[in-house]
């Protein structure tokens, strides 16, 4: 009588054990707006090979010669080892790119990247492209 009990706790652990992750990880259109697309050349500060995403951290100059400091998300590291990535080789703090992506909803400077152009003109993907995981601008599903 002990052992369907003991198998049924341990299926309801492993089954949040899997959900776990889920809840943390949002969608693209609750951060960013697809119709704000924007590039930005500045200096990497810092990245971030962290999961759920990565993270690049840029200093921009704006139109008035002031710095501005933007958050930029990106893929987790395993997805851009897989698209060419080397961590400390590819990028590096220092150095100069320029980013393209879209912009978060609340207006600040942190944004969703999806193509990073390195100093020496190579276009490389750091992101998923807009409106993916849901939360976009068109319903998942028809509703009727």
Known sequence: MGRP???????AVALTGCTTPLWAHHSFGA?????????VTGVVTKIEW????SFIYLDVKDGKGSVVSWKWEGYPPNVLYRNGWKKDVTMK??????VFGWRARD?????????????????????PPADTGAGGGAPAVEVP
């Open 5 to 11: 009990r003991f198998e049924v706790g341990v299926l």
């Open 31 to 39: 951060e960013y707006d697809a119709n704000k697309p924007i590039t």
């Open 50 to 53: 962290t999961n759920p995403h």
């Open 93 to 98: 703090a220092g150095d100069t790119i320029t």
């Open 107 to 127: 207006g600040t400077n942190w944004a969703h990247s999806r193509e990073i152009t390195l100093s020496d003109g190579k276009k490389m993907i750091f992101g």
